[in-house]
């Protein structure tokens, strides 16, 4: 399916509320991981704004750069380094309130000032992690960890 996303304004829930069913329809019928990848990095940065948003996917016991938005990045990190190691190595969602308090911090761009890390699961298996950064510190909060962990949650 191809057609433009609806773009909410409103509380960060009904952002959510009003995203969810569209990643849903986009997401119908398309197994391909890099293309569902891609298309919810597009819709959440269309969505909210946000600095960065996008997948770093295992591989061969890194995490490897995979589908985003916004500014070039890097491409590799180790398990326990940096936000997107840790979360990885911790097997949960980080949330990073000011990005230089965070002991290890991997700074892709010197913008960011608040982080969120998502651990994409799937069988009980870490496969990558959904990072996303904010310009402005203090960011994100249990509401995004809530959704943004159902968002990946239906990733087929
Ligand atoms: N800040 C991340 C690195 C990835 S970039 O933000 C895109 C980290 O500390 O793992």
Redesign the pocket.
């Known amino acids: 399916m191809a057609e433009d996303l609806i773009i909410k304004s409103g509380t960060r829930e009904e952002q959510y509320l009003s995203l969810l069913p569209q990643i849903k329809g986009l997401l119908e019928g398309e197994t391909n991981l890099v293309a569902n990848l891609a298309n919810i990095a597009a819709a959440i940065k269309e969505q909210f704004g946000w600095l ?1 948003v ?1 997948f ?1 996917l295992v591989n061969e016991g890194e995490l490897v750069l995979g589908p ?1 938005q916004g500014p070039v ?2 491409t590799r ?1 180790r398990k326990g ?5 840790t979360s990885w190595a911790q097997e949960k969602t980080l949330i990073v309130p000011d ?1 230089e308090k ?1 002991p ?6 010197s913008l ?1 000032r608040s ?1 969120i ?1 998502v651990p994409l699961v799937k069988a009980g298996q870490i496969y990558g992690v959904l ?1 996303i ?1 904010s310009e402005l510190p203090d960011q994100f909060s249990e509401t995004d960890k809530a959704y943004l962990e159902q968002i990946v949650s239906i990733i087929p």
Do not use: K, Q, T
Not at 104 to 109: L, N, V, Y
């Open positions: 960065w996008g770093y985003f990045a890097c990190i380094r940096g936000v997107c190691g990005v965070f290890g911090h991997i700074s892709c761009s960011s982080e890390v990072d950064d």
